[in-house]
């Protein structure tokens, strides 16, 4: 029989990458989809007529379609990647980013406990979670100090699992992902705002590039490759959370440079600072320390920064000689 996943948030960047990486090994996948998600079917447009793929409509809030989701499939395996994950966001909206991002899975946890207590679960946290740190390389041991509602949110996501993992022995497995990036990143990301934004004035759409504070250290990776590394984690016997990271750190400047030169472009002719756009509280600079995921599961990420770049600007000139073919 083939295996059965359930994935919130598939419409979303990692959950379709997920899904799209999952069709692939025969599994029979069912993607949670919010009403107010459809007009982000793009990203799982090649998904929709594959025979091992089933939409189902449900909403983190609403415990009624979660509860029926979980107890009427039974998941082998459930993947959650919907959240409220946008850090400014978190800050207009705390209410309600803190529901959807903490208090839903403690919602779904207890669930899978009722329905489907043999069910794997997957939990993404995130490097903000060390926001006010004052290491530069972590670790799973490293202490939480989060600076947002968003990593404030997270960090209650890790001990509800850890409860649940501990008390109620749920076979649960969590990563907490630094920065990770793909070309289906919104433009509410600096990495996509970047490459769309080299692209169009490449093709002499755009004048100039606004950033902020382009000396802020990233540790970026390629979310296909974080995908695997999540869907990888739970095939080990032993439920554990991991640190997944590239390990390596670059600016910003770096960024906007390498996606300039990729379209034979000086990024110093068209790049314009904006100090509205500085953050009041400089962004720390945070890089994993992935030894142990490479030692449990053998986690190598293939995409350097560079390779990434590549394919996110390749992704924009489609988009927008499309455009303009239309």
């Given at each position: ?36 998600s ?35 499939i ?103 992902f ?8 919104t ?5 996509r ?13 755009q ?27 739970m ?12 390990g ?66 390749e ?8 455009s303009?073919?239309?």
């Amino acid at each position: 029989m083939k295996k059965k996943v359930l994935i919130l948030g598939v419409t979303g960047q990692d959950g379709s990458l997920l899904a799209e990486y999952l069709t692939k090994k025969n599994y029979l996948i069912y993607g949670l989809i919010r009403k107010a998600s459809n007009r982000n079917y793009d990203n799982i447009k090649n998904l929709i007529s594959n025979k091992n793929f089933k939409l189902i409509q449900g909403d983190l809030l609403d415990f009624i379609s979660i509860e029926e989701a979980i107890r009427e499939i039974k998941p082998d395996e459930i993947y959650n990647f919907a959240d409220q994950d946008h850090v400014r966001w978190s800050s207009q909206i705390p209410y309600y980013s803190f529901d959807v991002t903490a208090k839903s899975v403690l919602n779904i946890l207890n669930l899978i406990k009722i329905h489907s207590p043999n069910s794997k679960y997957f939990q993404p946290f995130s490097s903000n979670m060390f926001g006010n740190t004052k290491k530069s390389k972590l670790d799973e041991k490293e202490n939480f100090s989060p600076l947002s509602i968003y990593a404030l949110s997270k960090v209650s996501t890790f001990y509800i699992c850890e409860y649940f993992k501990k008390v109620h022995n749920l076979k649960i497995f969590g990563a907490i992902f630094f920065n990770h990036e793909s070309e289906r990143r919104t433009e509410e990301y600096v990495s996509r705002k970047i490459t769309k934004g080299v692209v169009r004035i490449f093709l002499k759409k755009q004048k100039n590039l606004y950033l902020g504070d382009i000396s802020a250290k990233i540790d970026w990776g390629y979310a296909r490759d974080y995908v695997i590394a999540a869907h990888k984690m739970m095939q080990i016997k032993k439920p554990d959370f991991f640190i997944i990271g590239t390990g390596k750190a670059h600016t910003i400047e770096y960024f906007v440079k390498k996606s300039f030169e990729y379209l034979g472009l000086n990024y110093k002719k068209y790049l314009k600072i904006d100090k509205k756009l500085i953050r009041k509280v400089k962004t720390k600079t945070l890089i994993a320390n992935n030894s142990k995921a490479k030692r449990v599961f053998k986690f190598n990420p293939k995409t350097n920064l560079d390779q990434l770049i590549k394919i996110m600007i390749e992704n924009d000139l489609r988009i927008e000689t499309e455009s303009n073919n239309v």
